[in-house]
């Protein structure tokens, strides 16, 4: 459920004038670089035939027929009204059929738009606000089948070594109504959800989110695997997943709490010496981000990593992995760092993306900024601070700075690039260095997770903490480094003042009122200075000018001298 359910969350009106003058200025820079279509805007926008209804569970029955690559199934959707309707909007992409709309045992008229669905209660029309009611959409087709999984979404049908089939679906920014009927917003998670695969072959095994519930012997010979989400759950983190797989368990113990956590492992049978070797990264994983951010938030459903036909993705409660039990990006990684890089993103996104959620797709660094500097945390605890510097700074030559991170609002944005990752947690870095206080940082990162946790956030419920704690408003930080493409550009010239050699500085293609702290000097002896937009700061020059250096290892900046 949780739908929107923050955002009527109060804030302060100077950072909401400040909030509303970026934004709009953003959004024109998105509207002369993408043709936004209304379908982008049916998908995208909270429309009255959305809010009206907060969906409270999912119960998803799907049939995986493997030799036609196609699907069947139901969807039944049980909701809370917001208001009386007659028409609500359900999302189920155009190249599958919808069969039939049942609402108590009477089929309802429906008609599309693009992807959309818009059904018409008529004379069943839901009068009462609060009322609990549900309606079920049978429907079938073939699946989008995706090109580049995971980046381009949609359904994998792939064969592993031995020629078995080996099939699994990933829809982040296409969107999970590319395979089941939803309200396809992020911004509504049902409470709960029921999930039953079912496939024909009985030597495959089908693995999904949440508790295993059994498996059922069904009357025409197919064979249903059942599983029970117990928690709130992003529809693009819904998942499937079916193989000749080997199963085996573990057990993690939280070293603050010493409750247990059930593991889970789906793997190819051929890989199952492999994965019982990399898959003990887990305990450490969680260990370091259980101490950062809290507990890990699904505890009741357990952690599973499933292997998959493509790279990964962080599907709750059942990651994705498919890093061939190897270290690194598929054996690629920074040096001075031993570590599965699917297992330490994929497992971040627990905590930012699964549990705290963002409400639009606009706000999708929330997700990826958050878990990529989580990777920096998980260095810094298990290699020490140095290397967590060498590591996120790593980031900076996949940095494009070619558009806000935020994007445009209330429409399907999938365009965001790979600076929502790598800038995001180079800004998250640069801003824990700009408090200047662990202390705090680490108490403001933790809270921020744990304030919203299971429930949605936004920039401005991030920046509000931020000022709380730090007791300094950082809007025009937020400003700089979500609503515009370029990083602040420290320019600097050297001086002298009689016998004293300074050095003065400013920032340039910046907001007006944006100023920040920077250390300068000598490494090792850096000197700290608040410095301003477009005002020369002089302060004395503590080091000869040739060791005079900026640092960039803790600030995500341009640096420029001038004359």
């Not at 990399?278 to 951010?293: N, P, S, T, W, Y």
């Not at 494009?400 to 870095?429: C, S, W």
């Not at 700009?434 to 936004?458: E, K, V, Y």
């Amino acid at each position: 459920m949780n739908f929107t359910k923050n955002f009527a969350r109060p804030l302060f009106l100077l950072f909401c004038l400040a909030v509303a003058t970026s934004l709009s200025a953003q959004n024109d820079y998105f509207k002369r670089l993408y043709r936004f279509t209304y379908a982008d805007t049916l998908r995208g926008s909270l429309r009255p035939e959305r809010t009206c209804y907060d969906v409270t569970r999912y119960d998803l029955k799907v049939r995986v027929d493997i030799p036609s690559r196609s699907i069947s199934g139901s969807c039944r959707i049980h909701f809370d009204a917001r208001i009386g309707f007659n028409l609500l909007q359900l999302d189920l992409f155009a190249n599958m059929v919808l069969d039939s709309v049942v609402h108590r045992g009477r089929k309802l008229p429906f008609f599309r738009k693009a992807n959309a669905v818009f059904v018409d209660f008529g004379a069943d029309n839901i009068r009462e606000s609060g009322s609990h009611d549900d309606f079920t959409v049978f429907y079938h087709g073939q699946p989008i089948a995706a090109k580049n999984p995971p980046w381009d979404g949609g359904f994998v049908w792939q064969e592993d070594d031995l020629g078995r089939p080996f099939v699994g679906v990933s829809c982040q920014g296409i969107g999970a109504s590319l395979w089941w009927p939803n309200k396809d917003h992020l911004s509504d998670e049902p409470d709960s959800m029921f999930i039953s695969c079912e496939i024909r072959d009985t030597s495959l095994m089908a693995a999904c989110n949440g508790r295993f519930n059994g498996m059922r012997r069904l009357p025409d010979g197919w064979t249903a695997y059942d599983w029970f989400v117990g928690y709130p759950i992003n529809n693009y983190d819904v998942t499937l997943n079916i193989a000749d797989y080997a199963h085996f368990s573990d057990e993690y113990t939280s070293p603050f709490t010493g409750k247990r956590l059930a593991l889970d492992y789906y793997v190819l049978k051929s890989n199952l010496g492999k994965a019982r070797r990399q898959f003990k990264q887990v305990h450490d994983v969680l260990r370091i981000f259980e101490k950062a951010v809290g507990p890990y938030p699904f505890w009741d459903d357990g952690y599973k990593l499933v292997e998959t036909p493509y790279l990964g993705m962080e599907h709750q409660s059942a990651i994705a992995y498919g890093n061939r039990y190897r270290n690194g990006y598929l054996g690629y990684q920074p040096p001075g760092v031993d570590f599965d890089y699917i297992i330490v993103h994929e497992t971040g996104h627990e905590w930012f993306g699964n549990s705290l959620s963002c409400n639009d797709l606009a706000e999708m660094w929330l997700h990826e900024s958050f878990t990529t500097y989580l990777e920096s945390v998980f260095v810094e605890e298990k290699y020490g601070y140095a290397t967590m510097l060498q590591y996120i700074n790593h980031f900076g030559e996949n940095v494009a700075n070619d558009q806000p991170m935020r994007g445009p609002e209330g429409v399907n944005f999938e365009e965001h690039g790979t600076d929502i990752y790598y800038k995001g947690a180079l800004m998250l870095n640069t801003l824990r260095h700009c408090i200047g206080n662990d202390t705090l940082w680490w108490g403001l990162f933790r809270d921020f997770h744990l304030r919203h946790r299971l429930g949605h956030a936004t920039g401005a419920d991030f920046a509000e903490i931020v000022r709380e704690r730090a007791g300094q408003d950082y809007g025009p930080f937020f400003e700089q480094y979500l609503d515009r493409p370029q990083i602040p550009v420290l320019e600097y010239r050297f001086a002298r003042k009689g016998r004293q050699r300074t050095v003065e500085m400013r920032w340039t293609d910046v907001p007006d009122n944006f100023s920040m702290p920077i250390e300068t000097g000598a490494p090792g002896r850096w000197q700290r200075t608040t410095v301003k937009a477009g005002q020369w700061t002089a302060v004395p020059l503590s080091c000869p000018v040739a060791d005079f250096r900026v640092a960039t290892d803790k600030w995500f900046v341009e640096t420029r001298l001038t004359k």
